[in-house]
């Protein structure tokens, strides 16, 4: 069974840091490309980043590029959203979600609250 | 960047009827497209992906077409499991981008 599971997000103050995790279980961790997506409260989705499965290819949404780093270590099964200079638009629920077959695996989520 | 649009932003409907949302692309996507459904405080469930193909487990009373730059979701006689909010997204290249949402509700 695919499981994802999420973890790392807490309240941080703007210009913080933050890294999220993202443990993956159940396939071929290094076959697949794994993706950030986030979710302010009331608001739709917004994909943020993504990795290849190597870990060769990184890709960013423009609200973040410069300031998320995401990685993976596909010894650990696990992949990384590195967050600075974070700011109250930042606030959201992070979800990761599994590539490959139309994005069938998605984690439950990660609250993330910027606010001083 | 690709922009998604999607149409209606929320739409009204009773049990039992026939809908359909829209989703376009600014660009062609070669079908890469998925449709997710989204229930409060849960992750997105996909429905449909490459624009057209059931997820597995997925019933089929949705259904998803187009191609191009133009795509529709179509969910028949809807039941009230089915009011939710439902998202299109591509994947044809990065940054990959959704749609805005559009949200179902009872009549």
């Known amino acids: 069974e695919v499981q994802l599971l999420e973890s790392g997000g807490v309240l941080v103050q703007p210009g913080g840091s933050l890294r999220l995790s993202c443990a993956a279980s159940g396939f071929i961790f290094s076959s697949y490309a794994i993706y950030w997506v986030r979710q302010a409260p009331g608001k739709g989705l917004e994909w943020v980043s993504g990795v290849s499965g190597s870990g060769g290819g990184t890709y960013y949404a423009d609200s973040v590029k410069g300031r998320f780093t995401i990685s993976r270590d596909n010894s650990k099964n696990t992949v990384y959203l590195q967050m600075n200079n974070l700011r109250a638009d930042d606030t959201a629920v992070y979800y990761c979600?599994?590539?490959?077959?139309?994005?069938?695996?998605w984690g439950q989520g990660t609250l993330v609250t910027v606010s001083s | 960047d690709i922009q998604m649009t999607q149409s209606p932003s929320s739409l009204s409907a009773s049990v039992g009827d026939r809908v359909t949302i829209t989703c376009r692309a600014s660009q062609g996507i070669n079908n890469y497209l998925v449709w997710f459904q989204q229930k409060p405080g849960k992750a997105p469930k996909s429905l449909i992906y490459l624009a057209s193909s059931l997820q597995s487990g997925v019933p089929s009373k949705f259904s998803g077409s187009g191609s191009g730059t133009d795509f529709t979701l179509t969910i028949s006689s809807l039941q009230p499991e089915d009011f939710a909010t439902y998202y299109c997204?591509?994947?044809?290249?990065?940054?990959?981008?959704f749609g805005q949402g559009t949200k179902l509700e009872i009549k």
């Open positions: 997204q591509q994947y044809n290249s990065y940054p990959y981008t």
């Open positions: 979600a599994k590539g490959g077959a139309g994005f069938q695996h």
